[in-house]
Each structure stands twice: as structure tokens, then as C-alpha cells.
């Protein structure tokens, strides 16, 4: 009864892919019917990656970088979705940086020559569309009217940033971060490929204040010792 159970979700078709599969009915579990209700169950969406990742470094610190871009372009979100988070994890001391700028520069700046441990996201995603690959909504700065505008950030575009902090997990708190494109590549399947063991993002829209609550909960959990799979459940 304590055991629990991780489905690995392999779809090599798009389409399949984008299925909520979270809201399958496994008919013998009739307390809980649906996957995405029953904590003992966990759906992972596999990538088949094409060489090894590489061992952690050992760290002293267990560090965090949030990026929060809820003003810009499109409706503002309600309010900062800011990790909470302890002053130690695992017997480490807990850094938290909060990128104050959702710019590009400024998360290159704040993450440049560090070894990160979580990188969270919480804005809006921009789905794919025609040959556009799905991204993340950061901003720039216009130079003549110096207004911050939206700037779209593929998958491909954040792991470059990212690439060398060696972050082991990453949440993405924004609409189809986690949706695969029907052409080109999502976000979170870009980062998966591009070494980072775990990304946990939105196949789909999703209400504001159910991703609040989930962040929440997540971090939560998380940090009280339990594993991404209970975390996530």
C-alpha cells in the first residue's frame, strides 16, 4: 500500500503527445479514476535522449533562480508567483536569486559563472505557430520609446543560458511549457534534451490560480524531502 508507481510516457507522434494523458481513467483504481487524482500514481513524459547526462558536481549550496514576468504584452498576471522557500535543504544553505528584470540579459547576468539547482519560470507561453517554435514570454526594452515590449524564448534559446549552471530541475509555470510542437521542438523537450534531468511545465492553458496552487504545493512538498515524483502528485 506505501509503494507507488511511475508511468514513462514515450510518444514519438506530436499529436499523442499533446493528449492529457494526466486525465486517463485506470479503470481498477475506483477511488481514484482519473492518473492525475491518485498521489500514488506519477506520468512522466519521456524524451529518448541520444548520449548520457553527466553526474552532478558536489555543492555546498543549493541554489535557486526565480524569473517572474507577469506585467508585459498581454494580461497581467495577478501577482508574483515567487517560490517559498527554506533557509536549508538536504543540509545545505539555500540561495535564492530573484531575477527582477524577466529580460534575457538579466538572467544571463544573474546566472553567469553559478552552478544553479532549480530554475523557475511563472509568466505566459506562446504556443507554436507555423514554423515559429513554442517559447516563454520574457521582455525587452525598446530603445527609442525605452517600454518594456514581449520577447519570445525558445526552448533552444533558454538552454544556451542555462547550459552551464548544471541545473538538475526546472519549473515552468506558463501556459504550453510543456506542450510538444507540432512543428519544431516545445520548450521543456528542448531543455530535456539538452541535458536537464527534470522539467516540470503546462501541456496546456491553465488558470492562474491553479498554477499558484500548484507551485506552491510543489515547492512545499519538495522541500520537506520528498522526490519531484510525490512533489508533482
Known sequence: PDEALRLRLTCEDNALSRLPW???RIGELSDNPRIAANPK??????EVLTAPQEDQIERDNFVIVSVNCNK?????????DVPEVPDHYLGRAVEHIVVEAPTVDALRAAVRNKLVDIFHFSGHGDPAAGSAPAGLVFQTIDERSGKARPHIVSGAELWKILRDTEVSLTLLSACHSGARAT??????????QGGIPIVVAMQHEVVESHAKRFTSQF???????????????
Open 183 to 192: 512543428a519544431g521542438i516545445g520548450v521543456a523537450q528542448a531543455l530535456v
Open 41 to 46: 500514481l506519477s506520468l512522466v513524459r519521456h
Open 22 to 24: 494526466e486525465f486517463a
Open 219 to 233: 515547492y512545499k512538498t519538495l522541500f520537506t524531502g520528498a522526490t519531484v515524483d510525490e512533489a508533482v502528485s
Open 72 to 80: 508585459v504584452g498581454r494580461r497581467a498576471l495577478l501577482k508574483p
